[in-house]
């Protein structure tokens, strides 16, 4: 047992969590959005209910990018600069991966996750900038999402062997299940295979390849294709060298002549789930010949959850940081206190939007709030489908407040496309509706938007949303999801009880366009939850504490990390 695993103090570590991105705190910008946000849930919720879990990801010293509008609406990137000699602590133990014949030295920096008993789940982030390296090996691990599919390559033979190995080199011998979070880190299940074999020209066996599958779970998140890693398997063989598993089992890493990430993931690992119920079928249309679960995603309460509503849920549930099945109970609080704790955060956001873009927001107005990646699929300016229309909705109901967030990746021309569409529509009706878009949408705004508005809006083409987790944390704070019956939503939909389905109440089964059907839903759909909001205020509260009690209480990381001990870890 070395210094690292020594330290720890606890019990030994059960289950390695690899994922490409991690979102611990917002002074560490290693994330991008929804999977990264998610792995650090997990990881929080690990550390709370002592789930012997270590993890890895990657550094990126240069972080996602820093998000600015300029004024014509346009996206802008900046690079982040952020102390990791501040926030993180650099591990003594080395290790090395060969790419393209060369070695590349990686080192580790680590951050304790530290749970509600003190119960201690490190996180390792690799590191290639180390002195010996060639300069542009040391800049392999700059970049989240960076650069060309070469450098996304090299990032994922570091995460998934490099990591492995360091894990080895930490002294923690006794792994019984890699976790990964997406095909990202799949090349660990290459480690683990030269770990079989006692040469590395020895021929991979059979019963090594099901040795691994036996130490491996995936997880897959995405329903589009696109989003699946795949490579030349020319460049995968320059990079990695001839790698048997390559050379000898072909049919077990390519597809369609490709290295393909998720088919590596799917063949190595004994249990593979999808992160909704509904993903669960998509990713079994998908890849038919896989046995595929669904464990559906969660958020960590005691993060996400606003201080007002913390002090609410202290008074009126004790116990419910240790055990969020505990919300149930919100149902009990009395409607003003529910109303109050909303008002003090939704005070909160609208000052943030006055101080930020100079909007002035009406407390008594109903607000909307959609913040998510700006992907064209997720829908954004459906709401301005037809002015005309929701111009009459305000005339006949009362007045909108609107807020958006998001960002675009930095090369989805179309992605930035639409934050500029959307931002147009919204100053072509300020007259009618007080509007904002928030630059830099990160966990600190996710916090603050998520529990400040007062319905949460969500409208992508179904089925193309996996999980989908702002939601959740918007029904933890009292805020009811305005919503396509896609992704999470099909499970905590419950018609106006645990807020409203955007087209029709059964999920679509096609993708077909159905932009013009989706807005005369969503306007409905818009006409009801204003009515509810402005003449029958009692009713509405009791739409917010049933999302607490009904959503909160389910979709949470704790009730997801304990069926991934059930159905995946010790398994």
């Not at 999977?35 to 849930?41: I, N, Q, Y």
């Not at 109970?329 to 109303?339: E, G």
């Not at 109901?397 to 500029?420: S, W």
């Amino acid at each position: 047992m070395n210094q690292e695993t020594d330290r720890l103090k606890g019990p030994s570590r059960s289950i390695a969590y690899f994922s490409m991105e991690i979102g611990l705190t917002n002074e560490i910008p290693t994330y991008s959005g929804g999977l990264g946000v998610l792995a650090g849930d997990t990881i929080r919720s690990a550390a709370d209910l002592q789930v012997p879990m270590v993890a890895v990801t990657l550094l990126h010293r240069k972080g996602y990018f820093t998000q600015r509008i300029n004024a014509e609406g346009w996206q802008q990137e900046e690079p982040v600069s952020w102390p990791v000699e501040q926030l993180l602590k650099r591990c003594e133990a080395e290790t090395r991966v060969t790419i393209e014949g060369r070695t590349v030295r990686l080192r580790a920096w680590s951050y304790d996750v530290t749970g509600q008993s003190g119960f201690v789940v490190p996180v390792y982030f690799m590191d290639a900038e180390v002195e010996g390296n060639a300069e542009p090996d040391r800049a392999l691990t700059h970049y989240l999402y960076g650069g060309d599919e070469h450098y996304r390559l090299c990032q994922e033979v570091i995460l998934g062997i490099g990591g492995t190995r360091m894990l080895r080199a930490m002294g923690f011998s006794d792994i019984g299940r890699f976790h990964m979070n997406e095909g990202h880190p799949a090349f660990l299940t290459l480690a683990l295979l030269d770990e079989q074999r006692a040469k590395p020209t020895d021929p991979i066996l059979p019963e090594q390849i099901e040795a691994v599958r036996k130490q491996c779970v995936f997880t897959t998140h995405t329903p589009v294709p696109a989003g699946h890693d795949q490579f030349p398997l020319d460049m995968a063989l320059h990079v990695l060298g001839p790698h048997p598993l390559l050379t000898e089992h072909p049919e077990t890493c390519c597809h369609e002549g490709k290295l393909n990430m998720t088919h590596l993931a799917l063949n190595l690992s004994h249990y593979v789930n999808g992160v909704a119920k509904r993903h669960g079928e998509v990713s079994r249309s998908m890849f038919p010949e896989y046995p595929i679960d669904s464990i559906t995603n969660g958020v960590h309460a005691v993060t996400w959850i606003s201080d007002p509503f913390k002090k609410l849920f202290d008074q009126y549930i004790p116990g419910w940081r240790e055990d969020n099945f505990n919300l149930r109970q919100a149902l009990k609080i009395p409607n003003p206190d529910i109303s109050g704790a909303h008002r003090t955060a939704k005070r909160a956001l609208l000052d943030y939007v006055s101080t930020q873009v100079h909007v002035k927001m009406e407390e008594s107005t109903l607000t909307l709030g959609f913040a998510r990646r700006a992907a064209t699929y997720k829908r954004a300016d459906l709401l301005f489908y037809d002015a005309e229309k929701l111009k009459q909705i305000i005339w006949d109901h009362g007045p909108l407040q609107i807020i958006f967030a998001g960002k675009a990746h930095p090369r989805d021309h179309e992605g930035k496309v639409l934050i500029q569409r959307v931002i147009a529509r919204g100053r072509e009706l300020s007259q009618n509706v007080r509007f904002a878009y928030l630059e830099n949408y990160d966990m600190n705004l996710g916090r603050l938007i998520s529990a400040g508005v007062d319905v949460w809006l969500n409208n992508p083409m179904p089925p193309l949303e996996a999980s989908g987790t702002s939601g959740m944390k918007a029904a933890m704070n009292g805020v009811p999801s305005l919503s396509v019956l896609d992704g999470w939503w099909v499970e905590g939909h419950i018609e106006g009880v645990t807020g409203w389905a955007i087209g029709g109440t059964s999920p679509r089964r096609e993708r077909a366009n159905s932009l013009a059907g989706d807005a005369k839903d969503l306007y409905d759909q818009l006409r009801a939850v204003m009515v509810l909001y402005y003449r029958h205020q009692d009713r509405f509260v009791d739409v917010m504490k049933h999302a607490i009690a009904l959503n909160g209480s389910f979709f949470n990381t704790q009730r997801m990390v304990l069926q991934y001990v059930l159905r995946a870890y010790f398994q």
